[in-house]
């Protein structure tokens, strides 16, 4: 079956970098597109960042642009979110998924398979 695990969240103040790993089992991240999605308590799941296959672009939500990094290591079968410059509207659960397609995606229902979650809390 498939399994998304995501691992390196925590605690953190401002400022601070971080960065989470997404490992995958049954599934080749090389394969398909994957992302990152997060959601803050209260509020609706919304999408951070994905990474296509092929010419391999990646795209990314307004607010973490510039700050935010999705990578893959198709060898280690892992996605790769760096995270500098973090402040406290980062504070969420943030969520790998994926989805058999190859393009370029940002709504939930487009991805079928999701990771359990990791929690980031960013402190002022």
């Known amino acids: 079956q498939v399994q998304l695990v995501e691992s390196g969240g925590g605690l953190v103040q401002a400022g601070a970098s971080l960065r989470l790993s997404c490992t995958a089992a049954g599934l080749g991240v090389g394969g398909n597109t994957m992302a990152w999605f997060r959601q803050a308590p209260g509020k609706e799941r919304e999408f951070v960042a994905d990474?296509?296959?092929?010419?391999?672009?990646?795209y990314y939500a307004g607010a973490v642009k510039g700050r935010f990094t999705i990578s893959r290591d198709n060898a280690k079968n892992t996605v790769y979110l760096q995270m500098n410059s973090l402040n406290p509207d980062d504070t969420a659960d943030y969520y790998c998924?994926?989805?058999?397609?190859?393009?370029?995606?940002?709504?939930?229902?487009?991805?079928?398979?999701w990771g359990q979650g990791t929690q980031i809390t960013v402190s002022s």
């Open positions: 998924a994926a989805t058999g397609k190859f393009g370029h995606y940002t709504r939930q229902h487009e991805y079928a398979y």
């Open positions: 990474i296509t296959i092929g010419a391999v672009n990646t």
